[in-house]
Structure formats: structure tokens, C-alpha cells
């Protein structure tokens, strides 16, 4: 079975400064795996994926996710954190033999300091 | 990327009513819409899977004859929460999936209010 595991509950930065939010994934095939972000009383908007290319994965606004195979992890990074990247972000994880049915992680919620 | 509409945006009814939620594909063919819950600071919680034309398969603990889904065409499927309660007050999230594809896209989310 499919699952993902979100390492922080909650990351705070500073603003300019870089975020990292942390995923470890479960899965018996070979999974996409995306990061998706939610700001409040909002559906989700997809930040980037990985599906098999390459394992460096550039997305919207600046972020980017690399998959690690060898860790089962596909960790978010932003250089620079902006005021407005304050919000929720979900790994997701899904294969084909759950037929691409989407596993989230609980969630980070990033706070960012002026 | 691929836009799903859902509406309404929020909802506040009363106890015991029915409450219609629509999501809309605007510019592809979903396949397949999934139907999430959503608590308050929680992830989101897979309710139902419903393939168009077909009865839609929901996931264990969730009662079907409280959350109907009907997909009866390739661009909409409604979710109608029936007889509410206040326990159903939630965010509920629906997304899209066209055949073939490995990506969902999501609607903006319903805020239902049961008073």
C-alpha cells in the first residue's frame, strides 16, 4: 500500500531565507508523487510532480523537489521564502497499482517571518 | 493546467435538509472525480471515486446513502449531502482525472455550514 509521511507538522522561516519541507513516501511500484499547496478556505494547487523523468523536479514560484529513490523521499526546497508562501502543502503520492488514486501526507503549515 | 469548477463556493443550511455540491471539468474529459473531506488543519480524506457512468465506489466508513454521488456526464459529477447535520459541517474538495492520466486537478473547495 501507498502512504506518505509529512516529517514537520509546522515550519517557520524567515523571510529571503530557504524552506524545506521534508516527505518520505511508500509505495510498491513506481510513483508520481507531487506537492500541491493550500491556502486557506482554497482548493489545491499543484506546485510540481514527479513521474518517472528526471529527479529533479523544478515547479511554480521557485520551488523544486528532488526524488530520491535510494531514501523514498521527495523533499520541497525554496531558496528564498516569500510572505506570500505562507500556507498548507501536501505531499501526495499515487501509483498504478492503486490506479493512480492520490495518498496525501497530513500537511506542513509554513509560517513565514517578517 | 486543466481547470475544475466546484460549486458553491460555501453553503450555510439547516439540519435536516439536502445540500447539492457540482464539480465541473471546464476544459477535458474527467474519467474519473474523486470526492474529498476536509477537516479543519487536516489532510484530505478520500470519500468516493466515481467513473462516469458508473455508480461510484466509496471508501470504508463513509455511508453512501448520506453522500450521493452521481457522474452522469463527462464534465460534472454532484455530490449531495443529504439530510445534514451538523457533523457534516466541513470543506469538501472534489478534483478530476482524465482517462490515461496520472494527474488530478482540483476544484476551489465547498465550505458547508450545517446550522
Known amino acids: 500500500a501507498q502512504s506518505v509521511t509529512q516529517l514537520d507538522s509546522h515550519v517557520s522561516v524567515s523571510e529571503g531565507t530557504p524552506v524545506l519541507l521534508r516527505c518520505n513516501y511508500s509505495?510498491?511500484?513506481?510513483?508520481?508523487l507531487f506537492w500541491y499547496v493550500q491556502h486557506p478556505n482554497k482548493g489545491l494547487q499543484l506546485l510540481l510532480k514527479?513521474?518517472?523523468?528526471?529527479?529533479l523536479v523544478k515547479g511554480i514560484n521557485g520551488f523544486e523537489a528532488e526524488f530520491k529513490k535510494s531514501e523514498t523521499s521527495f523533499h520541497l526546497t525554496k531558496p528564498s521564502a516569500h510572505m506570500s508562501d505562507a500556507a498548507e502543502y501536501f505531499c501526495?503520492?499515487?501509483?498504478?497499482?492503486?490506479?493512480?488514486?492520490?495518498?496525501f501526507g497530513a500537511g506542513t503549515t509554513v509560517t513565514v517571518r517578517a | 493546467g486543466a481547470v475544475v469548477s466546484q460549486h458553491p463556493s460555501w453553503v450555510i443550511c439547516k439540519s435536516g435538509t439536502s445540500v447539492k455540491i457540482e464539480c465541473r471539468s471546464l476544459?477535458?474529459?474527467?474519467?474519473?472525480m474523486f470526492w474529498y473531506r476536509q477537516f479543519p488543519k487536516q489532510s484530505l480524506m478520500l470519500m468516493a471515486t466515481?467513473?462516469?457512468?458508473?455508480?461510484?465506489?466509496?471508501e470504508q466508513g463513509v455511508e453512501k446513502d448520506k453522500f450521493l454521488i452521481n457522474h452522469a456526464s463527462l464534465t460534472l459529477s454532484t455530490l449531495t449531502v443529504t439530510s445534514a447535520h451538523p457533523e457534516d459541517s466541513s470543506f469538501y474538495i472534489c478534483?478530476?482525472?482524465?482517462?490515461?492520466?496520472?494527474?488530478?486537478?482540483f476544484g476551489q473547495g465547498t465550505r458547508l455550514t450545517v446550522v
Open positions: 478534483s478530476a482525472r482524465d482517462l490515461g492520466e496520472t494527474e488530478a486537478f
Open positions: 509505495s510498491s511500484y513506481s510513483p508520481s
Open positions: 514527479y513521474t518517472s523523468a528526471a529527479t
Open positions: 501526495v503520492v499515487s501509483d498504478r497499482l492503486t490506479d493512480y488514486k492520490l495518498s
Open positions: 476544459d477535458f474529459q474527467a474519467t474519473t
Open positions: 466515481s467513473n462516469e457512468g458508473s455508480k461510484a465506489t466509496y
